[in-house]
């Protein structure tokens, strides 16, 4: 990226954000739902910092929990500034969800530990060991729940469908269309809005 175009980034306002176009993507209907998640996470990984991440599991717990109010907050909010113990609770779960894992998030799941909480570490594939590494080293690996974001959201996919007596497809565009819903509510990148086909 070229120093023109990051000032040029930089001066875009949240408007400018808002009128950028929807993430369109083709999606082979053939393939399997983790490759769908996959597709999607990496189509949208230069722009999202962790966004699309987080408000896909949002999707995910709202659709799966459907009497349970699923907070949706900024991506970017951090969980001390909103006294959370972690990006979304359910009962004794405490999600995180971060595209890099780190020492930090790790202490995080511990300090849930230590509460009697059961956190659940939600990252890309591509980041599963070098998660399992952290929390060795401190301590938590067994005590830890480590899913990839992928797996995570293609195993709601393939349950929901199966309860319902749905094709996959159709119940990720279900999720889709509550994430784009989260999304709009909360963050001023409109173009991190999905359409799946």
Same mark, same amino acid.
């Given at each position: 990226?070229?120093?023109?175009? *990051?000032?040029?980034?930089?001066?875009?306002?949240?408007?400018?954000?808002?009128?950028?176009? #929807?993430?369109?993507?083709?999606?082979?209907?053939?393939?399997?739902p983790t490759t769908w998640v996959h597709t999607i996470i990496e #189509?949208?990984?230069?722009?999202s910092g962790g966004v699309v991440e987080q408000h896909?599991?949002? /999707?995910?717990? @709202? &659709?799966?929990?459907?009497?349970i109010l699923i907070p949706n907050h900024p991506a970017h909010v951090g969980d001390c500034q909103t006294f959370r113990a972690g990006d979304? @609770?359910?009962a004794?779960? *405490?999600? &995180? *969800?971060?595209? /890099? %894992?780190?020492?930090? *998030?790790?202490?995080k799941c511990g300090d849930n530990i230590r509460l009697g909480f059961h %956190?659940?570490?939600?990252?890309? /594939? @591509?980041? @599963?060991?070098?998660?399992?590494?952290? /929390?060795?080293?401190?301590?938590i690996e067994k005590e830890l729940t480590i899913i990839s974001i992928e797996a995570f959201v293609a195993f #709601?996919?393939?349950d929901l469908a199966t309860v319902e007596d749905k094709d996959f497809f159709d119940v990720l565009k279900e999720i889709v269309e509550i994430y784009n819903g989260r999304l709009a509510a909360v963050e001023s990148d409109m173009s991190l809005q999905l359409q799946v086909r």
């Open positions: 990226m070229s120093i023109d175009t *990051v000032k040029t980034e930089s001066r875009r306002t949240p408007d400018d954000r808002r009128k950028r176009k #929807n993430t369109e993507l083709n999606l082979d209907r053939q393939q399997a #189509n949208t990984k230069l722009r896909l599991i949002g /999707a995910k717990l @709202e &659709h799966r929990f459907r009497g979304f @609770e359910i004794n779960l *405490v999600y &995180h *969800v971060t595209v /890099a %894992p780190s020492r930090n *998030v790790i202490q %956190p659940i570490l939600l990252i890309p /594939a @591509e980041q @599963e060991n070098k998660a399992r590494v952290l /929390a060795q080293d401190e301590g #709601n996919i393939i």
